[in-house]
């Protein structure tokens, strides 16, 4: 499977408008950070900052921003490329074609993060880890799709969503425990737990993970000080930030950066 295009945050004019009557060469996931508004089986229907939609290629796509304000998204154009790609996507149980608010969003951040950088880099591997990654995407988009949860953890999750997202949207920020916490109005200890239980790790350890692919991002598409990257990752020193990113990457930041730098 290839990715032909994709972004994060990606900001379109006011009154922004896609209309392909006869749908996209590629397969195309959206995630909506501002509110639209999108067409389905002929009808309007308003979208919120979080909804999902994915539109199976060659159906008819038809959406807009607001006349008044920017409409931003997270993309990802994607097709496939032999039989056997076709059989996988048929095989999940993907709802397409119409925008959805799903229960969780955290399996996707990341994912998503990594196929941005991945599929345009120069590793040996590249295609190899574009296809992994495009295909462990749709898996747990659909398995996110087609989960039941009641109105009480969708609430839940939104929240810790919510924070999560700025945890990885602003990682130079001088996050605490109790910060987080007061984020969504819990105990740092229940906080801590019920954090673990969604998302499979710590909060401080997720917030080093949002820190490493922010670097890493960085280092690969910027030509910043050493010490610039490590104050924009939220590290007051420039040691300290190098010695915990060769512990999480396997390599100096230096040595990344000439590996991998575009």
């Known amino acids: 499977m290839i990715v032909n295009l994709c972004g994060i945050n990606a900001i379109h004019a006011k009154g922004f408008k896609i209309d392909r009557p006869n749908g996209g060469e590629n397969y195309l996931f959206l995630r909506l950070k501002t509110p639209a508004r999108f067409w389905v089986d002929g009808q309007a229907c308003s979208v919120a900052p979080d909804d999902v939609i994915l539109y199976r290629k060659g159906d008819p796509q038809l959406y807009e921003g607001s006349a008044t304000d920017c409409y931003i998204d997270d993309f990802i154009h994607f097709d496939v490329s032999c039989a056997d790609d076709e059989q996988f996507i048929d095989r999940l149980p993907l709802i397409f074609n119409r925008p959805l608010r799903l229960p969780y969003i955290h399996p996707f951040m990341q994912i998503h993060q990594m196929l941005c950088i991945e599929s345009v880099g120069r590793g040996a591997e590249r295609e190899t880890a574009v296809d992994s990654l495009l295909r462990y995407f749709l898996i747990k988009l659909s398995e996110c799709m087609n989960a039941g949860y009641s109105a009480t953890d969708r609430a839940v999750y939104e929240r810790f969503n919510a ?4 945890l990885y949207s602003s990682p130079a920020r001088k996050w605490t425990v109790a910060e987080m916490a007061g984020e969504v109005n819990l105990s740092p200890s229940y906080f801590q737990n019920l954090y673990k239980n969604l998302f499979h790790t ?3 350890a997720d917030l080093i993970t949002a820190r490493m692919t922010h670097a890493r991002e960085l280092l690969t598409t910027t030509a910043l000080p050493i010490v ?3 104050a924009e990752c939220g590290y007051a020193s420039n040691i ?4 915990h ?3 999480k990457v396997g390599m100096t ?7 991998n730098h575009r």
Request: aromatic share 16%.
């Open 163 to 166: 924070l999560r997202l700025a």
């Open 202 to 204: 710590s909060c401080l």
């Open 228 to 230: 610039e990257v490590a």
């Open 240 to 243: 300290y930030f190098s010695r």
């Open 245 to 247: 990113f060769k512990q």
């Open 253 to 259: 930041p230096g040595e990344y950066r000439r590996m």
